[in-house]
């Protein structure tokens, strides 16, 4: 069991732990560039990130009442390959409508596409085949979906940032 150190205390945390760790700050990072955006009156990336936040909320408090009514684990994947399908459909129709730049719009399909994938694979996998590299293929692709996706949203911050600076630069070297 592969096990990592939690800097807060002095307890040895599980991948599972790290996950929802995990999942916990790229929920507060997602809501933080949000709040930014809404500040800068950014409103294509607003838009990116509020649909991102709603949809990774309604699958963190979803996910734990799924659990409990799912004993075949069917519906939990189903749910989230469906919560995905509603999150790309809001992307896309926001995209072709020009609220969000285009480019987003296909880098966060991209980024998506084979998380869902591997979803339905995974149900294939537990009601049929039992295959034992499917689980470490879906441990990995789904926190490197999430992650990707996060890394969306925190991109217009980023690419606001780096423009600050070169503004700031070029503008102390006219200044002499």
């Known amino acids: 069991m592969i096990s990592f150190y939690c800097f807060a205390t002095i307890k040895i945390m599980?991948?599972?732990d790290l996950l929802h760790l995990i999942l916990d700050w790229q929920m507060i990072i997602i809501a933080c560039c949000a709040l930014l955006y809404f500040a800068n009156k950014d409103r294509s990336a607003?838009?990116?990130?509020?649909?991102t936040l709603l949809s990774f909320l309604l699958s963190y408090l979803v996910t734990p009442y799924i659990f409990e009514h799912d004993p075949n684990r069917i519906y939990?994947?189903?749910f989230w390959i469906s919560n995905d399908i509603a999150w790309m459909a809001i992307i896309a129709y926001l995209g072709l409508k020009d609220k969000i730049s285009l480019s987003l719009c296909i880098s966060a399909q991209v980024c998506?596409?084979?998380?869902m994938l591997v979803q339905l694979l995974r149900i294939v996998?537990?009601?049929?085949?039992?295959?034992?590299f499917?689980?470490?293929l879906y441990q990995t692709i789904i926190p490197l979906s999430n992650t990707l996706v996060v890394l969306l949203c925190v991109w217009p911050l980023l690419f606001y940032?780096?423009?600050k600076t070169k503004l700031m630069v070029f503008n102390m070297s006219d200044a002499k």
């Open 161 to 163: 940032l780096v423009e």
């Open 46 to 51: 607003f838009l990116f990130t509020c649909v």
């Open 14 to 16: 599980t991948i599972k």
């Open 134 to 136: 499917i689980s470490g």
């Open 112 to 115: 998506v596409i084979p998380a």
């Open 76 to 78: 939990r994947y189903v």
């Open 125 to 132: 996998d537990v009601q049929i085949l039992n295959i034992q």
